[in-house]
């Protein structure tokens, strides 16, 4: 049974940083893809970074510069340091992780496995 387990939420003033985790357990597929999402109230679910078992990553627009993806003990881990964080940022942050053999990974939410989320709340 495949988990993802986030961790590292919290609050913040503006200009801060945290780092989430996210401890992944049954997950097989040796390629895949895993990422970040987050959704406010009232906005649909965007995503934040994603990496690809080949090591590429990808950023979204609005976080490029601010944040980085990575991951550690293979894809046992994942991470997402966030820096100066901004009121914007506010919102359920979500990993998820889906196998993909085509090369660069979607950005869509079409992946099979999430976790729980955990919140982020940046005050100004």
């Known amino acids: 049974q495949v988990q993802l387990v986030e961790s590292g939420g919290g609050s913040v003033q503006s200009g801060g940083s945290l780092r989430l985790s996210c401890a992944v357990s049954g997950f097989t597929y040796n390629r895949y893809c895993m990422g970040w999402f987050r959704q406010a109230p009232g906005v649909e679910r965007e995503v934040v970074a994603t990496?690809?078992?080949?090591?590429?990553?990808r950023i979204a627009e609005g976080v490029k510069g601010r944040f980085t993806i990575s991951q550690e003990n293979g894809k046992n881990t994942l991470y997402l340091q966030m820096n100066d964080l901004k009121p914007a940022d506010t919102a359920m942050y979500y990993c998820?992780?889906?196998?993909?053999?085509?090369?660069?990974?979607?950005?869509?939410?079409?992946?099979?496995?999430w976790g729980q989320g955990t919140q982020v709340t940046v005050s100004s």
């Open positions: 990496i690809g078992s080949n090591g590429v990553t």
């Open positions: 998820a992780a889906r196998s993909w053999y085509f090369g660069t990974c979607p950005t869509s939410d079409s992946y099979a496995y």
